[in-house]
C-alpha cells in the first residue's frame, strides 16, 4: 500500500512530517540521482497544497492520484506517477473566481484571481472512493448586479462530479451579536479563507481571516456537518474588539484524538482603531477575544443548539502591544506528543509567529493570559528562538517519545534545527544549521517553508524539504523558488537543490507561497505559481540513467586522487565547497576545482572574478580558497602549472604560481583582508612570446576599488585551459580524515568571456 496525504501537512496534528518514506533518503537524493521528473499543466495558481490518494482504481487502471486546486477555481486529478500521463485524469471549475481588484484597489498580496487559496480534504469511503472537500470563492452576475460568495464543495474523487449525498454547494454564511447588540456578518468579500480544511469525527472546520487587513472584518471559525454540509456551529474570534483573522500561513486547523480543534488568532484591532468606539484595553485579560492567541474549542449542544465552547486558551502578555505593531500570531499549530514529564501531560501544542517566539504549552492547561513576559509557569515555553518572522510552520521529527527535533526557517535566516529537551525546545543553541541561509539585509519573505520525510526514525532516512524565494521577495509578487533538501541529522550537509544541476533542468519555477513540499512514495510534489505542478524523484523510477555531477556553472572534479574526501552544493548562484585535502604546493596537489574550459589561443585574455564570503576551517589554519587557471584537463596528483589568487583561513591573500611541472609553489604576499573579499585573476597572452600567459591577480573589499598583489608573472602554458574556483584543506603531507572538511563559499562568479553567475545581494 503507498502513502495517502489526504489533509494539509500530512495529518491532523500538522506535525508536517511523512514518517512512512521508504525510498527517499540521505544516500540517493543527490544531483546524479534525484531531479525534475515530470510536471503537470493547471490553470491557476497553486496556493492549495497538492493531495495524494495511492493505489486508486480510476481510468481503466489502478494508479497513485495528485489532486490539485487552483486560484482559479479549477480542480485537477493527475497521475502522480506516470510521467507520459501528461492529461489529467478529470478537471473541473467551480465558478468564476474573483478579480483582485474586487477585494481593493491596488491589492497585491495575490497574483491575479482569487478562488480556491485553502488546501482542500480528502474522505476515503473504504470502498474504492472518496469525497475531496473544497472551499472556492467565486463572483457572479445577475441583472447587473456582482455578487461574490464562498462555497463548499464535496467532489466525487474518480469523476469530479458532485457527490450525490451532498447535492449542490453549500454557501457559506454566518452571522452574530456581540456585547453591545451589533450583528456582525460574515462578509465574503473581505474574509479569506487561507488555513488548511479540518475534518475531524464526521465535522469538516474552515477558518478565515483577512484580505490585507482591510474592511471592517473578524476571524471566523464554522462547523459543517461531512455529510450534508449543513452548517452546525460558528465562532467569532473578536467580536467586540475586532479583527483577530486565522491565517496560520495556510496550515490547516489541528485536531486531537478526543475531537478538541485548535486555532492560532492572528492580532486583534489595534486601541487606536478602537478610540472611536471608546473600547479601551482591560486591565486583566479574561477571555481570548482580543487576538494572538492560541484556542481550543470543541462543539457541544447547549440549549438546543449546537455551539462552540471555548475548552482552553491562551495568550501572551504583550498582545495589546502586539496588535498595535501587527506582529500577530500567524502560524501553525502544531501538535505533538512527548510523553508525560513532572508538570507536563506530555501533549503539547506549538504555535507562534512574526515575533520569532515558540509558544509551547500543554494542551492540558493553556494557561489564559499571561500577565508578564515568562512569568506564567503554566506555559511550558515563550523563548525567541528565531530573529525573524516565522511564517511557515515548523516541522517536527519525532524519533521516541524523548528525541524529538523542530525545524524552523525564519526570513533573513538560516535553517534551523532545534532538540526537546525536557518540557521545551532547547533555545540556548541550535542543533544544525544550514550553509545556506537567506540574506539578512533583503526582504525575503515567507523564509523557508518546510516538509519532513523519514522511514521513521531510521538513521540516515530523514530528509528536511524546504522551498523559499531565490532571490527575491514574495510577498506581492511572483518570483523565482528553489527547493532545496538537507540531512535531517545535519543541516550542514545539503543533499540537493533545485538549482545545483548546471543545465538548469531542475530549475522550480515561480514560488507558490506558504504551500509545503509534499513527499510521498518517493517522488516530492511541488505546487507553483508558473502554473504547473512540478513532481521530482529519483531517475531510476522512470528509467532514466544518472547525470553528471556538474555543478552551477562549472564541472567539479577532485585534483589529487579519490581518496579525497569531499562534496559540494550550488544554489540561488552560491558555491560551498567542502574538502579534506592536502594541499596546492610541494610536489603534489590534493584540492577540490569546479572548472570550465577557456582557448587561450582564441582568447587572448581571459579572467575569473569571484566573492568569498566565508570560510568554515577551524582544523585548517592554513586552508585556502580562491581561483585557479591551470593547465587543461590535469587530473592526477602531480604538480602541474597554474595561477591562483586564493586567501587562506587566517585571512591572507595571497598569489600563488608554479611555472614549471613538477617544481614547488611560490607565492607573492601575504596581504591582510577581510571577509567578505572579492579576488580576481586575469590572463593576457604575452605579446611578443604568444606561448606565455602573463597572470595577475587582485584583491578588492567592495567589487570596485582593487588592489594586486603581484606583478606580471609569466608561464608557458597556452592553448586549453581551465578556469574556475579551487578549494584545499591545506593538511600538509598527511590529510586527517577524522576532522572536519574545510568549507568555502562563493558568490558573484564570472568567467570573462562567456560566464556569469551573479545575482544582486
Known sequence: MGTNVLTNRYENSRLGANADETKLNVENVGVATFGKLFSRTVDGDLYAQPLIVSDLF???????????????NWVYAYDAERPDEVLPLWSRNLGAPVPRDDIFPGYLNFAGEIGITS??????????????????????????????RQEIFALDILTGHNRRRHGKSAPITASMCNASGMTITFDARLNLNR??????????????????????????????????????????????????????????????????IYAVVGNGASEKDNEKRKIKRPDHVTAPVYGNAILKLTICRQNDKTTFRVADWFTASNTFELNNDDSDFIGWPVLLE???????????????????????????RLGGWMPEPNGNTVILQADKLCAFHIHGAPVIWKKSDTEIIAYVWSEKDFLKAFAFKGKR????????????????????????????????AQDGSGIVWASHPTDDDGMNKTVKGTLRAYDARDLNNELWNSDMDAA?????????????PVVANGKVYMATFSRELVVYGLFTDIGKPPRSDDIGIFKLRTIGGPDVQQSATYGCSRYNLRITGQGIGDKKDHFLFAYTNRDSLIDSEISICARVDGINALQYPNARVGVMIRKFEQTDPSAHRFAAMVITNEKKALFLHRDFEGETVEQDGPINVTLPCFIRLKARKDLVRPE??????????????????????????DGRLDIGLA???????????????????????????????????
Not at 201 to 223: C, K, N, P, Q, T
Not at 239 to 254: K, V, Y
Not at 504 to 516: E, I, Y
Not at 748 to 760: C, F, N
Open 119 to 148: 488546501t482542500p480534504v480528502i474522505e476515503l469511503d473504504g470502498k474504492g472512493g472518496g469525497t475531496l472537500y473544497v472551499v472556492a470563492k467565486t463572483r457572479t452576475f445577475s441583472d447587473g448586479r456582482k455578487t461574490i
Open 504 to 516: 538548469g533542468t531542475d530549475r522550480l519555477g515561480s514560488f507558490a507561497k506558504f504551500c509545503p
Open 425 to 456: 525546545f532547547d533555545a540556548s543553541k541550535p542543533l544544525s544549521t544550514s550553509v545556506y541561509g537567506l540574506p539578512q539585509d533583503e526582504l525575503r519573505m515567507p523564509g523557508g517553508i518546510l516538509s519532513l520525510s523519514s522511514n521513521g
Open 692 to 717: 606565455l600567459i602573463e597572470f595577475f591577480g587582485e584583491f578588492s573589499l567592495d567589487g570596485t576599488n582593487w588592489t594586486p598583489v603581484n606583478a606580471a608573472t609569466k608561464i608557458q602554458i
Open 727 to 761: 578549494v584545499t584543506a591545506q593538511t600538509g603531507s598527511v590529510a586527517d580524515t577524522s576532522l572536519s572538511q574545510a568549507q568555502a563559499f562563493f558568490s558573484k562568479v564570472v568567467v570573462t568571456p562567456g560566464l556569469s553567475d551573479v545575482t544582486d545581494d
Open 338 to 364: 512527548t510523553g508525560p514529564v513532572d508538570g507536563s501531560s506530555g501533549r503539547l501544542i506549538l504555535g507562534g509567529g512574526k515575533d520569532g517566539i515558540f509558544y509551547l504549552a500543554d494542551r492540558e
Open 195 to 260: 488555513p488548511g480544511l479540518l475534518l475531524l469525527r464526521g465535522v469538516l472546520y474552515l477558518a478565515f481571516g483577512s484580505h490585507g487587513d482591510v474592511g471592517e472584518f473578524y476571524g471566523w471559525i464554522m462547523a459543517y456537518d461531512a455529510k450534508t454540509l449543513a452548517q452546525r456551529a460558528v465562532y467569532n474570534t473578536a467580536p467586540d474588539w475586532g479583527e483577530g483573522g486565522i491565517w496560520q500561513s495556510g496550515t490547516g486547523l489541528a485536531g486531537d484524538a478526543d475531537g478538541f
Open 58 to 72: 480510476i481510468g481503466g487502471m489502478k494508479r497513485d492520484v495528485v489532486y490539485l486546486a487552483t486560484s482559479r
